[in-house]
């Protein structure tokens, strides 16, 4: 082995507290790079995998109602592969409990079996269903503990059906069960999927040789944008309520948006702590290189050039990033199979596809070798201004000078000679303060990211559901109804109050940008919906306008003012241009909303509603379990138990966020403190003669780190709206929108847990200074 590899080894040796804490930097930083790289790209090939397996639809039409005829002339269409009709409505469905609230959706199958969304069977037999049994899905059916065998009991229109369970299976359709675009998150005990016979439906609901949903699967190389303008026109007397493509269905948004995520935090998350990790070993190998003085002058005598010395350091700095790098991929490899199959669990995808990609690891290994290398030749770079003559005498002392806070006396004459040592020490080791303020900066702004989520989405639920929302119930009909129905409905229940909603699917178009949409229309007076732009000030809806959310004012590009197509899927309604009469915000989902006359008059028809809202103390789903015509009873009260069990699970995956930058904090404290503590070693032993003992060095020590932390909380604070900026936007989408929340909350407590880390860090440097023997300091001033 060579001189300087021995020479090496020995430097980790001497170093090894700080050799591991960077290490553990650079482990932590590819170990997530592995993790969430490996595991998102397993997901989608597991995904692909699955969608192809089950041949998922490439559309999805929801219509009024299509007679079985009609598939035949959608087949002709050019681009299309297959099509399959079927039927499907949500219902309630009795359970034990009474105050609880259970619906499913009723989904028919072909009795010659589907040939779209196959459905993958996991317990129970595999054929078409019969007359009076049922298909259920797997997360609803392992939520409610429900096997083959047993009998569930739905409400279809006002009576109750026995059905046998004879399978439990899983759908590509629902990998992710949500039952609306409105809600937050899945409740897979509160709503499911229930398959029955076609032609049980069909004499249930009346569709005797009709549907109201088409799935369609399009040929290879097809334009999907030009078969759904074809399918609008062609199934425009069918009375189109909304044409659904792949990319837009619910659970393949939600799981696509959950993996972009995943994806962006394996690009950004291991940037950071490689960039925090370069500037500790930069710092670390400066100090190296300034001890090392007399021998890099005795090597450089020997007959080693500047590039040989120089790449000595620089090999340390790698044998750092290749330790880490060993770990961290290793580490990575061993947690993406764990990880994935919770993701596989968490969306319930049946099928596993799982790789191991080497180019990730040769990825990692390179980013690590670029940072590693900057970092070693910033730090090292001295070691070309070292002569051998003048390394064997003492570096002359940097002239001194007065600082500007020394020139302000009524200020200076006023701090304590340890104060005064601390700002002096700062004052002539400038660059490496703001080198370290800055990495600690980034630690206190990744720490707000999840203190963001946690203050975020309780907010985006409590202004939704208690403000922009306040009804307690939401009641959708199976086809429009006359206004009189709420007169029969109050008869049925108490009610302090009720009004009236239409909603239906239109297509919204600005030039070549449009969105198929619900457009809801309200009375102008509403109690139950308050709309509020992006500053909080209520927006009045106007007669003749339309308000639309600010997720769906940035798809169409359009702002107050503007003017909207607005195509009508129903028959004999004509297509209509409305002015945009406000942006307003909203969390969950993405809407349009109409004064109900104006709908009425521009869209719809007169006096027809399709459901209601209201307000209610009474037991309003068990009372009208057994009403004809109603789809479904959604309750703002179930969606808070909901939406508080999902709370439980975001608060530790919160904690898990402050540890990464726990780990980061504690690294550039440590380190730092231990890199001043070696360069500093004579003048901490003259000032033991001077009568100061090692509790009054530490704390000196600690003063200067508390400056630091200060300094870097309130650089971190600007940093920290940016991260939580770019956050909110990144992760937004049509189905949630992130607000900017900028909260003294957050940053506060952000602030509490950077204090935290670095207070366990300085205890860590404690030892370090009680072992150091200040006497053997004082004999050389050369080390």
Partial sequence: MKKLDLRLLRMIKTTKGQFISITVIIAAALCIYMLFGMTNVNIRNTVDFYYDLTNINDIQVQLIRIPQGALKEINTIEGIKEVQGRISFDVPLSVQNKDEKVSVRIISLPSDGEKINKLYYMNGKDSAVDSDSVILLEQFAKARNIRPGDVIAPYINGREHKLNVSAIAASPEFIYLMENDQSLMPANEKFGVAYVNEAFAQSLYGYRGSYNEVLITLEKGSNIDDVVEVIEKKLDKYGVKRIIKLEDQLSNNVLTQKMDGIEQMAAAIPVMFLGVASIIISIMLSRIVNNDRMAIGVLKAMGYGNIGVLSHYIKYSLMIGMTGSIIGILGGLLLSRPFTNIFVLYF?????????????????ILLTSMFCIASGLFGAKSVIRIMPADSLRPEAPKSGKRILLERMGFVWHRLSFSWKMVIRNIARTKRRFILLVF?????????????????????????????????????????????????????????????????????LTNGWRERNVFIIGVPQDTSFYEFRDSSQRTVSLEPNRIFITKALSKTLNVQQGDTLKIKNFLPGKKDVEVEIGGVIEQYMGVNAYMEIETMERLLTEKNLITGVTLAS?????????????????????DMKTAFLEF???????????????????????YNSTIVGISERNMEFASLRILGFDKNDIFWMITRENALMALAAILVGIPMGMGIIKGFAESFSSEVITFPIILSAEIFITAAVATVFFVSIAQLAAYKKIHSLNFIDALKSRIS
């Avoid at 319930?348 to 990692?364: C, D, F, L, Q, W």
């Fill in 647 to 669: 709370l439980d699970t975001m608060i530790l995956a919160t904690r898990l966020y402050l540890l990464f930058g726990g780990v980061l904090g504690f690294a550039i404290i």
């Fill in 617 to 637: 103390q009474d037991q309003i789903k068990d009372k009208l379990k057994d009403v004809k015509n109603i789809a479904s009873i959604n309750s703002v009260a």
């Fill in 348 to 364: 319930n995808i049946p099928v596993i596809r799982m790789e191991i990609y080497y180019s990730y690891m040769i990825k990692a």
């Fill in 439 to 507: 990495g600690l900066a980034l630690t206190y702004a990744i720490n707000t990211v999840p203190l963001y989520e946690g203050v975020a989405i309780p907010q985006m639920f409590n202004l939704q559901y208690g403000v922009y929302q306040k009804m307690d119930y939401a009641i959708d009909f199976t086809h429009p109804m006359s206004k009189s129905v709420m007169v029969d409905l109050k008869k049925l229940i108490d009610v302090e109050h009720m009004e009236a909603k239409i909603e239906y699917p239109f297509k």
